[in-house]
């Protein structure tokens, strides 16, 4: 048996064979092909000769001059073959075996692995507690303990309190007593990370500093500090709310998508770590939704109903699915038969994601935006205030409040909400940068406008492009709003001669659909501008 396989040729074989045959195997031909062929070199001691020209030559059939760089198919078809193969283990129970197959990320070469066994809790679902478990230990206090000798106490009750509003996090902690004890049994639970921190106060401001470490890989994954002035004669009172200001920055840092946490759950996730494969199905939304990348909605979609058919308790995977269809109501996508109208389907699943989370925050988003679409605006108002209230450091539902808040021109409201929400996240789904869109458009500061529709950066959506085209028509750059309603002819054919009731259903104050109309009153209707045909010459 060779030694970096860890498994004999035998057993991988077997394994290879399960995997092709399996119907949760959902592959082509041409990728079941390139598996085989990837495992049968790396077996034969060939894995150094993996690249991908020679994959493109020995399995995709390109010829002798095939450039990688210029032809991207093993690129992309790695990346479909990845996720067939962390589908299959994510929902085969059988597949749950002593050996794996995987393919990480940068490299073609297939790796063996033998997962350790982990304990199960009886009567926990199997699928939603695989997220990621973060213990926090009680922060130390190193200066002025005389005279504030529970700030590190406190501290750490405000982070804990903060972390449970993300409702993707099981977050773990010592009891918070008069007498808190600084022993816990980390082994009672399965523990992920382990939060700690130390508190400095001195004189004229509070130093919080934290680290986060992989307990199983032993290494340290982030780190962070904090310092906030204070006044040197503050009281308690004061000193609380200081401290609670740094809690809801660290939560946010470490809970929210895109934060620490979930950056380490990709990563596990593509080293086909058991126990965050639940995870990753919400981390693949999380690309879909930022920018809005509709070409995987339908797998997005079979693949969660396949997920929630094996956990129905999974809160969040039924919160994400109606997103999904949600979208697929809004951007036209046909989701078969079984589903004609997918807002129904939408309102369904977020009602059961509330039903199984009330708390959660996520569940209250998905459920506020598939009754925005249904025609509900102030209802999913309030839906989408619930979200942010439940967590006010994430700053998506922030965003998402805002947004909505903003296309019913309540500038006061939503403004503010989308401002913060980009500060908190600089990563922040380009689409809500509409909301800011409407407003300096309809404050009549059309380059800020323009530039905001700019930066909405979802390329298979058809309505930045118009924002562009209406702002760039205000300025009288009249050739370059052609072009623009050219691409959203392109990516949505017909947009244009039915805006007026597009954006109504969109919910947007009919105020502003009319300032966004009357934009393009200098086109000639009658010759129908965005017709392909006579807007070809400017794509080119």
């Given at each position: ?112 692995e033998r997962p350790h066994p982990e304990p199960t809790v009886a009567g926990e679902p199997v699928l939603h507690t695989m997220a990621p478990h973060l213990l926090v230990k009680t922060f130390d206090q190193q200066s002025c303990t005389a005279t504030w000798p529970d700030l590190g106490r406190v501290l750490t009750t405000q982070v ?311 702002a760039l028509s205000r300025l009288g750059r009249h050739a370059e709003a052609s072009q623009h309603l050219a691409e959203a002819e392109a990516i949505a054919p017909g947009l244009f001669s039915r805006l007026a009731a597009d954006l109504a259903k969109r919910q947007i104050h009919p ?30």
């Amino acid at each position: 048996m060779a030694d970096y396989l860890k498994v004999s040729p035998e057993e991988a074989l077997a394994e290879l064979e399960r995997v092709l045959q399996s119907a949760t195997f959902e592959a082509t031909d041409r990728n079941k092909r390139f598996l085989k062929y990837v495992v049968s070199e790396t077996l034969a001691g060939r894995g150094d000769r993996i690249k991908a020209y020679s994959i493109g030559t020995s399995v995709f059939g390109r010829g002798d001059g095939f450039d990688p760089l210029q032809d991207p198919i093993v690129r992309i078809e790695a990346g479909r073959l990845r996720r067939s193969l962390e589908h299959h283990y994510l929902l085969t129970p059988s597949a749950q075996g002593n050996l794996r197959i995987a393919i990480p990320k940068g490299t073609y070469v297939p790796v063996f692995e033998r997962p350790h066994p982990e304990p199960t809790v009886a009567g926990e679902p199997v699928l939603h507690t695989m997220a990621p478990h973060l213990l926090v230990k009680t922060f130390d206090q190193q200066s002025c303990t005389a005279t504030w000798p529970d700030l590190g106490r406190v501290l750490t009750t405000q982070v804990i309190a903060a972390l449970t509003k993300f409702s993707d996090l099981y977050i773990y902690g010592p009891p918070v007593t008069a007498r808190l004890s600084n022993s816990v049994d980390e082994h009672a639970v399965h523990i992920d990370y382990k939060l700690t921190g130390n508190v400095t106060i001195a004189k004229d401001h509070i130093l919080a500093e934290f680290l986060i470490q992989d307990v199983n890989e032993w290494r340290f994954v982030w780190s962070h500090s904090i310092k906030r002035p204070i006044d040197p004669a503050c009281d308690l009172t004061e000193l609380v709310g200081v401290s609670s200001t740094i809690a809801s920055e660290v939560a946010s840092i470490i809970g929210q998508r895109d934060g620490v946490i979930d950056s380490e759950t990709r990563g596990k996730a593509c080293k086909r770590h058991k126990r965050f494969l639940a995870s990753q199905k919400l981390v693949e939304f999380q690309d879909y939704w930022r920018k809005v990348d509709l070409p995987r909605n339908e797998p997005l979609r079979r693949d969660l109903e396949k997920v929630i058919a094996a956990d129905p308790d999974f809160a969040g995977a039924h919160a994400c699915l109606s997103l999904l269809y949600t979208d697929a109501d809004r951007y036209g996508i046909d989701c078969g038969p079984d589903y004609p109208r997918p807002i129904e389907r939408a309102l369904a699943l977020a009602g059961r994601a509330v039903e199984l989370a009330p708390r959660s925050g996520r569940c209250h988003h998905a459920l506020g935006v598939a009754k925005w679409f249904s025609g509900q605006p102030e209802p999913a108002l309030q839906e989408l205030k619930t979200a942010s209230s439940l967590n006010p450091n994430d700053s998506e539902f922030l965003a998402e409040f805002g947004l909505r808040s903003a296309m019913r021109m309540q500038w006061e409201a939503g403004i503010p909400m989308l401002i913060a929400s980009f500060e908190r996240n600089p990563l922040q789904s380009g689409q809500y940068r509409m909301g800011l869109f409407f407003f300096y458009f309809a404050s009549e500061d059309y380059e800020e406008a323009l530039r905001q529709a700019l930066l909405a950066e979802a390329p298979m959506v058809a309505h930045p492009n118009i924002a562009c085209a209406a702002a760039l028509s205000r300025l009288g750059r009249h050739a370059e709003a052609s072009q623009h309603l050219a691409e959203a002819e392109a990516i949505a054919p017909g947009l244009f001669s039915r805006l007026a009731a597009d954006l109504a259903k969109r919910q947007i104050h009919p105020d502003l659909i009319e300032m966004v109309v009357r934009s393009f009153d200098w086109m000639d209707r009658d010759t129908n501008p965005v017709d392909k045909r006579k807007l070809s010459h400017l794509r080119r």
